[in-house]
């Protein structure tokens, strides 16, 4: 996923009954006083959610994301 790499996402593992995915703490990713960006943790959590239905997608079958909200 060429955004979620360029904003620093890493995906662990993905397999259908777990899916690890983390973003290391960069100043470039925070708001004010070091505190990670809402929109930096959304793109994790899109991520990750995104590679937990890619791997359990029956054969032939595609998703995407129609709604996210935090």
């Known amino acids: 996923m060429p955004f979620a ?3 620093g996402v890493e995906l662990v593992a993905a397999t259908p009954d ?5 973003l290391a703490w960069s100043q470039d990713r925070c708001t004010a006083n070091g505190r990670l ?5 959304m793109t994790l959590g899109d991520t990750v959610g995104a590679a937990c ?3 359990n997608l029956p ?6 994301t ?4 935090t």
């Open 66 to 69: 129609i709604e996210s909200k």
């Open 37 to 41: 960006h809402g929109g930096a943790l």
């Open 59 to 64: 054969d032939g079958a595609s998703t995407t």
């Open 53 to 55: 239905a890619f791997v």
């Open 18 to 22: 777990a899916v690890e995915g983390r």
């Open 5 to 7: 790499r360029f904003c």
